[in-house]
């Protein structure tokens, strides 16, 4: 089971293909995929070619990954507050809600 999961993509290309079902037409999704396919071929490459180079790398970043998942936390927990803090806050805006301000 665990070979056959290697074969699953990743969460990014179920994105891209729900993005190409919602185009106009079967051309536009097709054209969608392949430019997102061509758009990952840079990073794929880098990061094969870094891979074998960056153990030094791991283990300084490792070190790195509990403060950046609590800040990811904290910022989660500010988006959900929505504060109305610029750059921070989401935008809701629904159509035709009443604004009790």
Known sequence: ???????LPCGM????LMSAMNADSPQQSFFFMVWFGIGTIPLLFMFS??????????????KWV???????GIWFML?????DI???SPLIHVDGAINCA
């Open 79 to 83: 988006r959900g507050a929505n504060l």
């Open 86 to 88: 610029p750059y921070l």
């Open 13 to 16: 290309v179920y994105m891209a």
């Open 1 to 7: 089971a665990g070979i056959l999961n290697g074969l």
């Open 66 to 72: 509990p403060f950046l998942y609590f800040l990811l």
């Open 49 to 62: 070619f870094l891979g074998n180079f960056s153990r030094s790398f791991k283990i300084g970043f490792s």
